[in-house]
């Protein structure tokens, strides 16, 4: 069955930097569309960052320049690189593996706090 486990979450200053890890198993990896989104208390989850599997990119306004997305075929493994932590940016933050349907992992709690 569809597998994605993300890792990598926890709790950070602002201005500090964590890096998102998702594994998936069961699907063939590199012909998905790679997603990261987030989920903040009371809020609407959002996209953050996808990934196409020739390796281009698209980030939200908010994270640009401060989020890097990448992928690794081989490892069946998308990052997510998060540099220059805001407390905004605190929320529960989710990989999906795009399809008609898609596949969730289970999410990774990043926390943002001064």
């Known amino acids: 069955q569809v597998q994605l486990v993300e890792s990598g979450g926890g709790l950070v200053q602002p201005g500090g930097s964590l890096r998102l890890s998702c594994a998936a198993s069961?699907?063939?990896?590199?012909?998905?569309?790679m997603g990261w989104y987030r989920q903040a208390p009371g809020k609407q989850r959002e996209l953050v960052a996808t990934?196409?599997?020739?390796?281009?990119?698209n980030y939200a306004d908010s994270v640009k320049g401060r989020f890097t997305i990448s992928r690794d075929n081989a490892k069946n493994t998308v990052y997510l690189q998060m540099n220059s932590l805001k407390p905004e940016d605190t929320a529960a933050y989710y990989c999906?593996?795009?399809?008609?349907?898609?596949?969730w992992g289970q999410g990774t709690q990043v926390t943002v706090f001064s």
């Open positions: 999906k593996a795009e399809s008609n349907s898609g596949y």
């Open positions: 069961g699907i063939i990896f590199s012909i998905y569309t």
């Open positions: 990934i196409t599997r020739a390796g281009n990119t």
